[in-house]
T-cell receptor, first 116, second 113 residues
């Protein structure tokens, strides 16, 4: 089956703009998590959505928000972009008790965001 | 505080050699530990996942060990290949935290011909 897909793969924005990233999980997966990865900080958890509800949240400012749709696709939005938001944004989906890959998290290829 | 520390930060080895990467954690109560391989510019890919009762697991040339008493894990790579050049990330999950994952900073492995 198809893996986790993320769009766009690359994005260049300027300070002050806002951006929306999209993630389509593996078919049947209802949990979607978002991570920010930078060379200095490594992988940092942003939030997790399950059945359209935010289930967990990391320590990021309110400029970072997300949502999940009824088909489990998720979007992440960053408003008022700052230079420090330049990073690889990764999405991961996880199976539930109904899927054989329960508790295993599968990552997408990421969206490389550059803020100028 | 739940933390995951990996060592070394970076490692350069010659093709064909073996190497071992280390992961120490303070996550409690422990649920499971995973090793991921991340190629440059790509998402991490799972290599192994181990629960409390498992102390070794292999995936081809990759063998992970877990000592839940000392809260240490290692990833051993046998007969390294150029394609093993990547970042290796240790990730620990705590119980009762909704599956929240705590990530190590990763070890950057470079395999040279």
């Amino acid at each position: 089956k198809a893996g986790v897909t993320q769009t766009p793969r690359y994005l260049i924005k300027t300070r002050g703009q806002q951006v929306t990233l999209s993630c389509s999980p593996i078919s049947g997966h209802r949990s979607v998590s978002w991570y920010q990865q930078t060379p200095g900080q490594g992988l940092q958890f942003l939030f997790e959505y399950f059945s359209e509800t935010q289930r967990n949240k990391g320590n990021f400012p309110g400029r970072f928000s997300g949502r999940q749709f009824s088909n489990s696709r998720s979007e992440m939005n960053v408003s008022t972009l700052e230079l420090g938001d330049s990073a690889l944004y990764l999405c991961a989906s996880k199976g539930t008790g109904e899927t054989k890959d329960y508790n295993e998290q599968f990552f997408g290829p990421g969206t490389r965001l550059t803020v100028l | 505080k739940n933390q995951v520390e990996q060592s070394p930060q970076s490692l350069i080895i010659l093709e064909g050699k073996n190497c071992t990467l280390q992961c120490n954690y303070t996550v409690s109560p422990f649920s499971n530990l995973r090793w991921y391989k991340q190629d440059t510019g790509r998402g991490p890919v799972s290599l192994t996942i181990m629960t409390f009762s498992e102390n070794t697991k292999s995936n081809g040339r990759y063998t992970a060990t877990l000592d839940a008493d000392t809260k240490q894990s290692s990833l051993h790579i046998t007969a390294s290949q150029l394609s093993d050049s990547a970042s290796y990330i240790c990730v620990v999950s705590a119980q009762n935290q909704g599956g929240k994952l705590i990530f190590g900073q990763g070890t950057e492995l470079s395999v040279k011909p």
